[in-house]
Every structure is written in structure tokens, then in C-alpha cells.
Antibody, heavy 122, light 106 residues
């Protein structure tokens, strides 16, 4: 079965960096675009960004472009989110999610991980 | 970016009742609108995609309609497990965006 397992969350000081990982299994990772979505405590869902199945296409939310970078290693079946210059407003659960269709971009998200909590605090 | 406004913020209903949730887009998203359900402590789950298509395993009591800027998610008869928060999401234009959510409570 499809599994997405995020890791790398924790407590980090404002201004510092953090890299999240999402380990995928149960499907052909290299054929699906992958997304990051976050959710601040008690708030709604916020789309972070996407990377195409082959890593050549990337889009980001306006508020995160320039600070966040999404990448993937298809040989390791792993998705990454590099977050720089973190602020308290980046405190959230970060989910990775898979699109519904292969070798396309901008499809609905039908598989989600359980999320990893990032807390930005001094 | 396209702003999605969901209403109402909270819907108080009883099991067996019909739920009607609204999602309005700040500009046309054609039919590229999806609905997700989220329960406390869980990841979101895809319910409806491209306005009216149920995702795999989603019961027939969930249905979606609309086009352009106005969309509706209908739950024909609420089951106890349907009490949750529902989000709409557009994939018409980058950046993708979610609505603020509607909580369906007892």
C-alpha cells in the first residue's frame, strides 16, 4: 500500500534552517508529482509547493518562494523541503502529498503522509 | 492568486440531515475544484475532484456541483463519521490554493 512518511520536524530557532524529508513506498515514486502542504495549529490548510515527477518543474506559494526549496531524489524515493530563514509563522504540521495521476502536474492530492510538526521558537 | 472563500465557517447539523457547503472563487477556476475532508489529528482525505467526481472509496452520499466561481459540496444524509472539517482547493492556476474550511459539527 502507498505510504508517505515525513520526518525532520522539531523545534528550531527563528532565522535558522530546517530540512524535511518524505519517504515514499508502495508506488512508483518517480512517476508522480509531489506536494508539500502545511497547517498551522488550529488553522486551515496552506499549500506550500510542488515538484514535478522528474524534478524539472517547481511551483511555490507566493509567501514561501525564495525561502523554501522543494527537491526530490527518485533513486531514494524521497521528497525534501528545505526551509530557510524560518519565522514563528512557519510553525505548522507539514504534510507531503501525492497527485492522483502519473507524469502530470497540478492534479488533486489523493495520498497524504501523517505530517511532521515544525515549531519555530526561541 | 485565486482566493477561495468557504461558507459557512461552521455548520451545526444532526445525523441524517443534509449538509450543503459552499466554496466561492475570486476568479473562474473552470471545473478544477476539489474537496477534502479532515478529521482531528488526521491528514486530509480527497473526497471530490474536478467539481463532481468522487475519489476512490468515497460514498455516494457525497456529491459536488458548480462551475466557474461557485461550487457546492452536498452530503445527502450525514453519518456520524462525516462530522469533520471540509476544504475546497483549486488547481486551475498556480499557486494552488485552499479555502479556509467549513466545520460540520453536531
Amino acid at each position: 500500500q502507498v505510504q508517505l512518511v515525513e520526518s525532520g520536524g522539531g523545534v528550531v530557532q527563528p532565522g535558522r534552517s530546517l530540512r524535511l524529508s518524505c519517504a515514499a513506498s508502495g508506488f512508483t515514486f518517480s512517476t508522480y508529482a509531489m506536494h508539500w502542504v502545511r497547517q498551522a495549529p488550529g488553522k486551515g490548510l496552506e499549500w506550500v509547493g510542488v515538484v514535478s515527477y522528474d524534478g524539472t518543474g517547481k511551483y511555490y506559494a507566493v509567501s514561501m518562494e525564495g525561502r523554501f526549496t522543494i527537491s526530490r531524489d527518485n533513486s531514494k524515493n524521497t521528497l525534501y523541503l528545505q526551509m530557510n530563514s524560518l519565522t514563528t509563522e512557519d510553525t505548522a504540521v507539514y504534510y507531503c502529498a501525492r497527485e492522483t495521476a502519473i507524469r502530470e502536474l497540478s492534479n488533486p492530492l489523493d495520498q497524504w503522509g501523517q505530517g511532521t510538526l515544525v515549531t519555530v521558537s526561541s | 492568486e485565486i482566493v477561495l472563500t468557504q461558507s459557512p465557517a461552521t455548520l451545526s447539523l444532526s445525523p441524517g440531515e443534509r449538509a450543503t457547503l459552499s466554496c466561492r472563487a475570486s476568479q473562474s477556476v473552470s471545473y478544477y475544484l476539489a474537496w477534502y475532508q479532515q478529521k482531528p489529528g488526521q491528514a486530509p482525505r480527497l473526497l471530490i475532484y474536478d467539481t463532481s467526481n468522487r475519489a476512490t472509496g468515497i460514498p455516494a452520499r457525497f456529491s459536488g456541483s458548480g462551475s466557474g466561481t461557485d461550487f457546492t459540496l452536498t452530503i445527502s444524509s450525514l453519518e456520524p463519521e462525516d462530522f469533520a472539517v471540509y476544504y475546497c482547493q483549486q488547481r486551475s492556476k498556480w499557486p494552488l490554493t485552499f479555502g479556509g474550511g467549513t466545520k460540520v459539527e453536531i
